[in-house]
């Protein structure tokens, strides 16, 4: 453990005495350790891949400016383009700070009776015109539900599932969004008939910064999903995906 190799573990005999039962939580929490070291490993390494690509292009822009102070309007372009570069920095950034502070439970203080089908009909008013745009098929259908929560963190929550489901599902594609109420549960499923994704592959869409190869041609750093989890786990709920037969189901 001292050289930082958190793969050895405390032999158990099975007896299930003092000792035994110490070594069985000692290496549960071994475990843990690992797979958060592993997880911080990964991250790091898609976070100097993802940021790699933007920085490269806004040093190489500054160098294509350096020889163009007597162009005015190509400077300007540049000066545009870097500007862009930067603001998505920013975001993937300030994403990354939301997650950590939803995390650690610093929103509580925003917790509100909301209406939940005027949170989702402000939703759908914000996506219908994309969808249109695209001719897609968007259908709503909700509950008149009270529930506490953070208006504000659940929309987003919500906004970034049908972001991902407008921009995956192609030209004639359908959108439905609906929330039911069973057992004072509530649950709101968002399905399309887009692209869809290997059952293989839901569990590691929830890790941060990570895209399929074939979603890599799209804008997006791979934070959307996280950051929908992050937030329903501090509703106290549940995030799953499951296949729509065509696209891709996420029920919450």
Avoid at 129 to 149: E, G, R, T, Y
Avoid at 176 to 183: I, M, P, W, Y
């Amino acid at each position: 453990m001292t050289t930082g190799n958190l793969s050895e573990r405390i032999p158990q005999d099975g007896s299930k005495k003092d000792f035994d039962e110490l070594a069985y939580n000692l290496n549960d929490m071994l475990d843990h350790i690992q797979k958060l070291m592993s997880d911080v490993r990964r991250v790091s390494d898609n976070i100097a891949h993802d940021l790699r690509t933007p920085l490269t292009r806004m040093r190489n822009t500054l160098e294509e400016l350096s020889g163009k102070n007597e162009d005015p309007v190509l400077v300007a372009e540049g000066i545009e383009a870097i500007k862009l570069e930067a603001d998505n920095l920013l975001n993937i950034f300030g994403a990354m700070l939301r997650i950590t502070n939803i995390e650690s439970g610093k929103r509580h203080s925003k917790f509100s009776n909301t209406d939940i089908n005027e949170l989702l009909t402000d939703l759908y008013e914000l996506y219908e015109p994309l969808s249109v745009d695209k001719d897609q098929l968007f259908s709503i259908n909700s509950v008149k539900q009270s529930v506490v929560c953070d208006a504000d963190l659940l929309f987003q929550a919500l906004a970034n599932v049908v972001d991902n489901a407008v921009k995956y599902t192609p030209t004639g594609g359908e959108i439905d969004l609906s929330a039911t109420v069973d057992k004072n549960q509530l649950k709101i499923e968002i399905a399309d008939s887009g692209i869809g994704v290997p059952s293989a592959e839901f569990d590691n869409l929830f890790r941060r910064f990570y895209r399929m190869d074939q979603s890599r041609q799209l804008a997006g750093n791979g934070l959307g999903l996280s950051l929908v989890k992050a937030i329903i786990k501090l509703h106290k709920g549940s995030v799953t995906l499951s296949d729509n037969k065509p696209g891709l189901k996420v029920t919450i």
